[in-house]
């Protein structure tokens, strides 16, 4: 079976996560009208309610088809792929062998043996200090997956920003993209756009350009655009529909790197809200209706959170107050599988002052206080966000951080949608909200 570049470590660990992430939902949920609903049942993603969220996923892909006929577009089909040094194996004779241009596992030196890794921090090894390379791009953790996964929307953004593409109407420009690991784990790029049919051949011509085969290659002549694109979104999925334990290393390799599988442009609505009104709707008669104000959407200013969806007829939806649970004091209606989630009310935390110096009691534990990203000052927060392991660490806080950092001007990238994260570990594929 291909591991798209895991390691062994890497799938235990990553089938671990995944366990401990089936449990938590399962175990623990919302307190709404004297029942207890588990997480597990309104979330879909590719491993829990797949069902659900494959149906998403093709009717998004075929919303965006529609859409594309309505307006008469054409399509270009484009795949882009990484140039060589992104790659640490190579196809020869039908087999993969190690690709010596790959630029992620270079040596400084040999000392007694031990090869010494490049790395951008000072590295000390036998009282010797290594000085950081000049260059960045060259250090052996910058061409990882994930980060491959990032260059490749670069890319795209290039091509995005040439003026062949900008120059046609955001209402006549509408594409899908999926993102495929070779099977040395190095992702790459497929893109079905939809243009007016005279616009086609200046971005054929725009991507040749930037891209030269055999980084890009783009189809003109595909028959069915999205009946095409579909063989690659569904390839990417495990079928669990029946069978949730049958999950194989390309699942794990999308969630062990925390990379989405697919996006679509920002033609409809956002998702937050489709999913609110849970079909109601389709994406296409949703995003008119918005446009043309038959359907009003009212966000909580301080939580951002929708509050209240109206159309012609009245209230569709409003948000109702739950009690998010992890304890509770009468457990008499609960269902047997859910009587072990909860947990004694939790200690209070008491501020101690010790010599000037603030501390806080908690568990019988004396801690120093942390503080919060949005108290730090701008070189403090930049060096806490480089701090951060995204592989480890609680990504809605990630996510939340990184959001700081764009709103004090620090990073130049478009807010990142806080609902699009879900626990330590997996990140849905949510659209940002509009």
Same mark, same amino acid.
């Given at each position: 079976?291909?591991n798209?570049?895991?390691? +062994?470590?890497?799938?235990?660990?990553?089938?671990?996560?995944?366990?401990?992430? +089936?449990?938590f939902?399962?175990?623990?949920?919302?307190h709404?009208?004297?029942?207890?609903?588990?997480?597990?049942?309104f979330?879909?993603?590719?491993?829990?309610? !797949?069902?659900?969220?494959?149906?998403?996923?093709?009717?998004? !892909?075929?919303?965006?088809y529609?859409?594309?006929k309505?307006?008469?577009?054409?399509?270009?089909f484009?795949?882009?792929?990484?140039?060589?040094?992104?790659?640490?194996?190579?196809?020869?004779?039908?087999?993969?062998?190690?690709n010596?241009q790959?630029?992620?596992?270079?040596?400084?030196?040999?000392?007694?043996?031990?090869?010494?890794?490049?790395?951008?921090?000072?590295?000390?090894?036998?009282?010797?200090?290594?000085?950081?390379?000049?260059d960045?791009?060259?250090?052996?953790?910058?061409?990882?997956?994930?980060? !491959?996964?990032?260059?490749?929307?670069?890319?795209?953004?290039?091509?995005?920003?040439?003026?062949?593409?900008?120059n046609?109407? +955001?209402?006549?420009?509408?594409?899908?993209?999926?993102?495929?690991?070779?099977?040395?784990?190095?992702?790459?790029?497929?893109?079905?756009?939809?243009?007016?049919?005279?616009?086609?051949?200046?971005?054929?011509?725009?991507?040749?350009?930037?891209?030269?085969?055999?980084?890009?290659?783009?189809?003109?002549?595909?028959?069915?655009?999205?009946?095409?694109?579909?063989?690659?979104?569904?390839?990417?999925?495990?079928?669990?529909?029946?069978?949730?334990?049958?999950?194989?290393?390309?699942?794990?390799?999308?969630?062990?790197?925390?990379?989405?599988?697919?996006?679509?442009?920002?033609?409809?609505?956002?998702?937050?809200?489709?999913?609110?009104?849970?079909?109601?709707?389709?994406?296409?008669?949703?995003?008119?209706?918005?446009?043309?104000?038959?359907?009003?959407?009212y966000?909580?200013?301080?939580?951002?959170?929708?509050?209240?969806?109206?159309?012609?007829?009245?209230?569709?939806?409003?948000?109702?107050?739950?009690?998010?649970?992890?304890?509770?004091?009468?457990?008499?209606?609960?269902?047997?599988?859910?009587?072990?989630?909860?947990?004694?009310?939790?200690a209070?935390?008491?501020?101690?002052?010790?010599?000037?110096?603030t501390?806080?009691?908690?568990?019988?534990?004396?801690?120093k206080?942390?503080?919060?990203?949005?108290?730090?000052?701008?070189?403090q927060?930049?060096?806490?966000?480089?701090?951060?392991?995204?592989?480890?660490?609680d990504?809605?806080?990630?996510?939340?951080?990184?959001?700081?950092?764009?709103?004090?001007?620090?990073?130049?990238?478009?807010?990142?949608?806080?609902? !699009?994260?879900?626990?330590?570990?997996?990140?849905?594929?949510?659209?940002?909200?509009?």
């Amino acid at each position: 079976m291909t591991n798209y570049g895991l390691t +062994k470590y890497q799938i235990q660990k990553s089938k671990e996560k995944l366990l401990k992430n +089936k449990e938590f939902m399962h175990q623990n949920g919302i307190h709404l009208d004297d029942k207890i609903i588990p997480f597990a049942d309104f979330v879909a993603n590719s491993y829990m309610n !797949a069902d659900r969220y494959i149906a998403e996923l093709q009717h998004r !892909a075929w919303s965006v088809y529609d859409y594309a006929k309505e307006k008469n577009l054409s399509n270009a089909f484009i795949t882009l792929t990484l140039p060589s040094h992104w790659h640490p194996k190579k196809t020869y004779k039908g087999r993969l062998i190690t690709n010596k241009q790959f630029a992620g596992r270079k040596y400084i030196t040999t000392i007694k043996g031990y090869k010494i890794l490049n790395c951008h921090v000072k590295q000390k090894f036998n009282g010797l200090t290594f000085e950081p390379l000049l260059d960045f791009s060259q250090t052996v953790d910058f061409y990882t997956p994930r980060n !491959a996964s990032i260059e490749l929307s670069n890319m795209w953004k290039l091509i995005c920003n040439e003026r062949s593409y900008r120059n046609i109407g +955001k209402e006549d420009r509408v594409y899908l993209r999926v993102t495929e690991p070779h099977k040395d784990g190095t992702p790459h790029l497929h893109i079905s756009l939809f243009v007016p049919a005279d616009k086609v051949e200046s971005i054929v011509k725009a991507c040749n350009r930037l891209f030269p085969a055999p980084l890009s290659k783009v189809e003109t002549n595909v028959q069915s655009p999205i009946s095409y694109l579909m063989k690659y979104i569904l390839k990417t999925l495990d079928d669990l529909r029946e069978d949730s334990d049958k999950i194989t290393n390309l699942t794990l390799w999308y969630l062990y790197h925390g990379i989405c599988r697919f996006y679509t442009s920002r033609t409809f609505v956002s998702l937050e809200v489709y999913r609110k009104l849970n079909g109601m709707y389709s994406l296409i008669d949703l995003t008119k209706a918005y446009n043309s104000e038959d359907v009003n959407v009212y966000i909580d200013t301080q939580t951002k959170q929708i509050k209240r969806i109206d159309n012609e007829h009245g209230t569709i939806y409003t948000r109702k107050p739950v009690n998010w649970a992890n304890k509770l004091d009468d457990l008499s209606y609960l269902e047997s599988q859910f009587e072990t989630i909860y947990k004694d009310k939790e200690a209070k935390q008491i501020d101690v002052i010790i010599d000037g110096e603030t501390f806080v009691f908690f568990k019988n534990t004396l801690k120093k206080p942390k503080t919060m990203p949005y108290q730090m000052n701008s070189l403090q927060l930049w060096d806490y966000f480089e701090g951060l392991d995204v592989e480890t660490c609680d990504l809605k806080h990630y996510a939340y951080t990184k959001n700081i950092l764009i709103e004090r001007g620090l990073i130049d990238e478009p807010k990142v949608n806080l609902s !699009a994260y879900q626990d330590n570990f997996y990140k849905f594929e949510a659209e940002e909200v509009f």
